[in-house]
């Protein structure tokens, strides 16, 4: 399974991006997805994940209610939806692939290769 994310960008505090994650080498129709994000000189974080099916979505806390979640299982991309950005939103944000469902990077088994997301005040 290769990911590649896009939609990264440069906006200002209270805009919005989406970012899509594009799946190819095989269907990840039967795999949960979930989106993570690294600041410099942080740890990877969990920001948001869906079921397999589609029908279940989490959120980290600090993004619940600003962020989306969601997928296209015909187009095989999976797509974060981010409004009302904060500057501490600023990060590389990476999707994944998993068979397990779960929050910690070490569910996940594939992954892209990030995208950039900086939000000015």
């Known amino acids: 399974v290769q990911l590649q994310a896009s939609g990264g960008g440069v906006v200002q505090a209270g805009g919005s991006l989406r970012l899509s994650c594009a799946a190819s080498?095989?269907?990840?129709?039967?795999?949960?997805m979930g989106w993570f994000r690294q600041a410099p000189g942080k740890e990877r974080e969990f920001v948001a994940g869906?079921?397999?099916?589609?029908?279940?979505?989490y959120y980290a806390d600090s993004v619940k209610g600003r962020f989306t979640i969601s997928r296209d299982r015909a187009k095989n991309t999976v797509y974060l939806q981010m409004n009302s950005l904060k500057p501490e939103d600023t990060a590389v944000y990476y999707c994944?692939?998993?068979?397990?469902?779960?929050?910690?990077?070490?569910?996940?088994?594939?992954w892209g290769q990030g995208t950039l997301v900086t939000v000015s005040s």
């Open positions: 994944a692939a998993g068979q397990a469902y779960g929050t910690g990077p070490g569910t996940y088994d594939y």
């Open positions: 080498g095989r269907t990840v129709s039967s795999y949960d």
């Open positions: 869906i079921r397999w099916s589609g029908v279940r979505t």
